[in-house]
Nanobody
Framework: QVQLVESGGGLVQAGGSLTLSCVAS????????WAWFRQAPGKERDFVAA????????YYADSVKGRFTISRDNAKNMVYLQMNGLKPEDTAVYYC???????????????WGQGTQVTVSS
């Protein structure tokens, strides 16, 4: 059974930092793309960042460019999201996802974690 498990969420003040982690079990994702999405209450699930299998391709939503950094460790079957300069509007449940190709469309990713809550206070 394939599982993706996120961790690292929490409550932080505006301007602070958090690092989210996501570890996969049940299969390796060395040849797949990883992504992070987020969903705020009452809103759709939005793309945040994605990284291709080699880490040479990285894409970010405009709202997080320059503040967030996605990375991966294929040896550990993990993906990370370093979040700096957090803003109250970053408050959401953050999900990691894995799929065959790097893209910004949530429905194209086959595997999903259960999500981790990030709350940024003003």
């Amino acid at each position: 059974q394939v599982q993706l498990v996120e961790s690292g969420g929490g409550l932080v003040q505006a301007g602070g930092s958090l690092t989210l982690s996501c570890v996969a079990s049940g299969r390796t994702f060395n040849d797949d793309a990883w992504a992070w999405f987020r969903q705020a209450p009452g809103k759709e699930r939005d793309f945040v960042a994605a990284i291709n299998w080699s880490s040479r391709g990285k894409y970010y939503a405009d709202s997080v460019k320059g503040r967030f950094t996605i990375s991966r460790d294929n040896a550990k079957n993990m993906v990370y999201l370093q979040m700096n300069g957090l803003k109250p509007e970053d408050t959401a449940v953050y999900y990691c996802a894995a799929g065959r190709t790097i893209q910004e469309i949530a429905t194209r990713y086959e595997y999903w974690g259960q999500g981790t809550q990030v709350t940024v206070s003003s």
